[in-house]
Every structure is written in structure tokens, then in C-alpha cells.
């Protein structure tokens, strides 16, 4: 059993930058394809980003390309989401997600995700 706590979440100003973390245990963190997922008020869960368990490669939304970046540090067992040049429509709970993909495989699919962690808040004011 993976537990996956996210932290890092706050409130920034449009234009911001905010860098989440999601530190995994419970299980070898190494084997296991990561996932960024946000949810904002009234909306599905959506992709973020993803990255495979020997990152890269990675994957990102069309929304986030070029602002956000996903990496991950086996050794601490922590996965990270660089968010930069924040926008108000970036305001959502961000979740981060675990999954034993194959190499190189990672997934923007979330029923593909077997652990979650509780979200962290993301509010960019404009």
C-alpha cells in the first residue's frame, strides 16, 4: 500500500510560481509511474502531468506545456510539480497519483492511478 502526501499549495498571485511536492511510502517508490491531477469547484478531475517511474519521459496538458514541469527524486521519494507563470484558471485542489506502469509508460488517464493522495489547495488570484 502507497501513501502519497501532497504539499506546497497556496495562494500566489497570476504571474506566480508555486513548486508542490508529493512524498510517497509504503512501497518502492521507484517502481511506480506518477500523475498530477487537479480538480477545480464544479469541474471533473483533470491531467496535468505525468511521469514514468525512470522520469523522463513525461507528459503534460496542453494547458500547462511550457509553464509547469513535472520531475521526480527517487532518493527521496518525492515527485514535484514546478508551476510558473500561474494563472487564475490554474486554481484548483491538486492531487498527485501512483500507479506500476511498465518503463517509460505513464498515463493522463485517472482510473489508471491505483493511490491518491488528500490534494493540496492552489487558489492564483488575479
Known amino acids: 500500500q502507497v501513501q502519497l502526501v501532497e504539499s506546497g499549495g497556496g495562494l500566489v498571485q497570476a504571474g506566480g510560481s508555486l513548486r508542490l511536492s508529493c512524498a510517497a511510502s509504503g512501497g518502492t517508490f521507484r517502481s511506480y509511474g506518477m500523475g498530477w491531477f487537479r480538480q477545480a469547484p464544479g469541474k471533473e478531475r483533470e491531467f496535468v502531468a505525468a511521469?514514468?517511474?525512470?522520469?523522463?519521459?513525461?507528459s503534460y496538458a496542453d494547458s500547462v506545456k511550457g509553464r509547469f514541469t513535472i520531475s521526480r527524486d527517487n532518493a527521496k521519494n518525492t515527485v514535484y510539480l514546478q508551476m510558473n507563470s500561474l494563472k487564475a484558471e490554474d486554481t484548483a485542489v491538486y492531487y498527485c497519483a501512483a500507479k506500476k506502469f511498465l518503463p517509460q509508460e505513464r498515463s493522463g488517464v485517472a482510473a489508471t492511478y491505483d493511490y491518491w493522495g488528500q490534494g493540496t489547495q492552489v487558489t492564483v488570484s488575479s
Open positions: 511521469i514514468s517511474w525512470s522520469g523522463p519521459p513525461t
